[in-house]
């Protein structure tokens, strides 16, 4: 299984301002995946994250509140831009390979706009 | 209709019983389907895969799956108290790679 190392694991940040999430995997992975899990809640698919091309975002999110970098077949990142406290929840990356193999999710960030 | 479906519970077992959670699901052209395990504050961890009908089995995890009646499920036997968490069904729909997570169902075993 791969692993993923996901950064920062926390953060607290002030209203209207931005936080870039990087998620780095061990070996090549063709997709990766960003999530947002709102406490108490599922896991929501943000976007998917391909490499050489633009992310694909799912309804509901934008890229210009939610920009995704895919530069290498081993590392990612997210930015959730201009923040609002609605904002606040934990983001997870995901990585996976081929169809028909399992997903492996980073450790999460947990994000707190104030 | 959500994509993937689940009871969010609590189901609560006692120490020893077996565990079975549900998950149904509205693409009848998915072919992969998985069980995560989430204790609270960590992320999902996987358990189990399957893309087959019928039963698979790794230790005391027994996976479901019947595509015709678009149903998955996973048994837990002798479940311990260390298994309390909320279990996650996803889904890959076909044709794609992301997965659709159900909303997790919360299983609390009884000691």
């Known amino acids: 299984s791969a692993v993923i190392s996901q950064k920062p694991s926390r953060d607290i940040c002030q209203r209207g301002t931005s936080l870039t999430i990087q998620c780095q995997v061990d070996?090549?992975?063709?997709?990766m995946f960003w999530y947002r899990q709102q406490p108490g809640q599922s896991l929501t698919l943000i976007a998917t994250a391909n490499q050489g091309s633009e992310a694909t975002y799912e309804s509901g999110f934008v890229i210009d509140k939610f920009p995704i970098s895919r530069p290498n077949l081993t590392f990612s990142t997210l930015t959730v831009s201009n923040m609002s406290p609605e904002d606040s929840s934990i983001y997870l990356c995901?990585?996976?390979?081929?169809?028909?193999?399992?997903?492996?999710f980073g450790q999460g960030t947990r994000l707190t706009v104030v | 209709q959500k994509e993937v479906e689940q009871n969010s519970g609590p189901l609560s077992v006692p120490e020893g019983a077996i565990a079975s959670l549900n998950c149904t699901y509205s693409?009848?052209?998915?072919?992969?389907f998985f069980w995560y395990r989430q204790y609270s504050g960590k992320s999902p961890e996987l358990i189990m895969s399957i893309y087959s009908n019928g039963d698979k089995e790794d230790g005391r995890f027994t996976a479901q799956l019947n595509k015709a009646s678009q149903y998955v499920s996973l048994l837990i036997r002798d479940s311990q108290p260390s298994d309390s968490a909320t279990y996650l069904c996803a889904v890959s729909p076909s044709g794609t790679y992301k997965y659709i997570f159900g909303t997790g169902t919360r299983l609390k075993v009884l000691a």
């Open positions: 693409d009848r052209g998915s072919q992969s």
């Open positions: 995901s990585a996976r390979d081929q169809l028909n193999t399992e997903a492996f």
């Open positions: 070996s090549q992975v063709t997709m």
